[in-house]
């Protein structure tokens, strides 16, 4: 009996794998120290390259990329879904996120048969009432959830058509060469949602024109009561519903006043965009990435450099501006740990997809296989026991 006690306690207590191994396999992504990547990778439209480096120590962004069939039905669209979910406040919502949007998006588009501006907003939409749905089965024991949220970058590429969706401050970025100088161009295509910009600060004022500190300059940054940054996210339910914006939930995110509408959207800014044979590339990123490189600065490392490890570069090129800015060694940078990371950059996470201009334009209709990676990071540290699990979990995703 005791050797079978001990038995079931060296598997409830079996401790995880060294996280911070290098792996040898790109399949799935390598992991060096903080950072994650996946040099190479292709998709229906042509090629990838991602990066994560995590500084949280809890990674609170998200990343995916899927390729292939868009919908539930054979008949397609076909295309390539990128996704970048750059959480706060905890890691809850963008793993929620990156479970359940690409899902909500194929259910709609099996729906419509096809994909569309509609499609993914109804993908949006179920994605932020699901996860209402948990903040409000979650709320009696765990009432922090409420003040957890995520930016959520989303682009969709089908039948020679971009489509990018944004909430938050994450930013797609296009290089679109230049025939006749021979130069690639950075061109914006994501609009965001930060109190930082004047028009966010407009926009907030004329929706709540009774409320005078709707925005509010804290330690020389705007923030949304004082509060958050971004105006539009996922989650970040203290600011959506009034009922979650009281006790148990921490004093420091409970306002003074009751309101009785959203402060916070989650209405994602979607454009279209007919995708030209001199659109070579864009890049999704989490702030953490903008913070440090221009829109230019970005496209030009990409250009300049072979396709492979892209996205790695990106992110060394931003570690390095901010070693730079504390006036310290990019060596010494990479030897700080995960949570005191933070107090020197953000998390960072880095896709860059690759257009070939021959497969893009190809019809939605046209098939490709499957292909699914999701970016990577460090959840636990190397000597943490595993917590016990029943076989059902154990054998789960």
């Known amino acids: 009996m005791l050797s079978g006690l001990m ?43 991602m990066a994560v480096v995590q500084a949280n120590n809890l990674l609170e962004d998200q990343s995916q990329i899927e390729s292939g ?41 099996t729906e419509q048969q096809s994909m569309s501006v509609d499609v993914i907003k109804k993908a949006y939409q179920a994605t932020e009432e699901g996860f209402l749905s948990l903040v409000t089965k979650q709320w009696p024991m765990k009432p922090q959830i409420a003040a957890v ?9 089908t039948g020679g058509i971009l489509y990018i969706a944004n909430l938050g401050d994450s930013r797609a970025v296009l290089g679109r060469a230049v025939k006749a100088t021979g130069d690639v161009l950075s061109i914006q295509l994501s609009s965001e949602h930060n109190a930082c910009i004047e028009s966010v600060r407009q926009e907030l004022q004329s929706l709540h024109p009774d409320d005078s500190h709707i925005v509010v300059l804290k330690h020389n940054v705007w923030r949304v009561k004082g509060l ?8 970040d339910v203290y600011l959506k519903k009034a009922e979650f914006n009281r006790e148990p939930l921490y004093a420091k995110f409970r306002l003074r006043e009751p309101f009785k509408k959203p402060i916070l959207s989650a209405e994602p800014s979607i454009s279209v965009h007919q995708l030209q044979p001199h659109d070579q590339f864009i890049i999704f990123a989490s702030d953490g990435l903008w913070e440090h490189l221009s829109n230019q600065e970005a496209v030009d490392i990409v250009q300049n450099h072979p396709r492979s490890g892209s996205a790695r570069r ?23 740990d995960r949570g005191v990371r933070r107090h020197f950059h953000d998390d ?5 997809v690759f257009l070939d201009s021959d497969l ?37 995703t």
Not at 319 to 325: M, S, V, Y
Not at 348 to 352: C, L, Q, S
């Open 149 to 157: 949220g995520s930016c959520c970058l989303v682009g969709v590429i």
């Open 314 to 336: 990106l992110v060394k090129a931003a570690l390095q501006e901010a070693a730079k800015k504390r006036e310290m060694r990019y060596s010494d940078l990479k030897k700080i």
């Open 7 to 49: 038995n079931f306690l060296r598997a409830c207590f079996r401790p995880r794998s060294d996280p911070y191994v290098h792996t040898s396999s790109d399949s799935n992504g390598r992991q060096d120290g903080l950072l994650w990547y996946k040099d190479h990778g292709h998709h229906v439209n042509g090629e990838f390259s």
């Open 228 to 235: 958050i940054q971004v105006s539009r996210s996922i989650g």
């Open 348 to 352: 960072i996470t880095v896709i860059v």
């Open 69 to 109: 069939n868009l919908s539930l039905h054979e008949s397609g669209p076909y295309g390539t879904f990128v996704g970048v979910y750059d959480g706060h406040g905890g890691p809850e919502t963008s793993r929620y996120i990156n479970d359940h949007l690409f899902q909500h998006l194929k259910r709609f588009s």
């Open 360 to 396: 893009v334009s190809r019809a939605s209709s046209v098939k490709g296989s499957n292909i699914s990676v999701r970016g990577g990071g460090i959840s636990l540290p190397p000597k943490t026991l595993a917590p016990c699990a029943t076989p059902t979990e154990a054998g789960g």
